[in-house]
């Protein structure tokens, strides 16, 4: 009995172990190794190329339904119609989780119809 208590007290510092857990973020298995695991940036590449495939004239709804939610959103109304600009992330420099209206490029819709994106194009509403 003693000898079984001794291999007891001696094995159990060696059966004790640690757990590991691991993330993935909900990204897909070879994410990471194809994006350096930069999902923030991946992200942003993807919205640049969406925004650079856009037609002028096209519907808000349609664009909206092609981009994430956009990270600002102002609406104006002028005479000649109601503007509306939403500004998507698409040049953050750091995965500090916090997007500002100078890492976004905004896209300008007048009457629910796309005029236009980037600064050139705010500044003509302005």
């Known amino acids: 009995m003693k000898k079984l208590l001794l291999v007891a007290a001696l094995s159990a510092p060696l059966l004790s172990g640690c757990i590991v857990a691991v993330s993935d973020d909900g990204v897909e298995p070879g994410w990471a190794s194809n994006h350096n695991g930069n999902r923030w940036q991946y992200q942003q590449e993807e919205n640049r190329k969406t925004i650079a495939s856009l037609d002028l004239g096209a519907d808000y709804n349609q664009v909206l339904g092609q981009l994430p939610t956009p990270d600002f959103t102002e609406l104006v109304k002028k005479d000649e119609g109601v503007y509306k ?35 050139s194009a705010l500044l003509q509403i302005l």
């Open 85 to 119: 600009v939403i500004y998507i992330a698409t040049n953050s420099k750091h995965s500090d989780g916090k997007v500002t209206k100078d890492e976004c490029t905004p896209l300008v819709f007048k009457d629910e119809k796309l005029i236009g994106f980037g600064q």
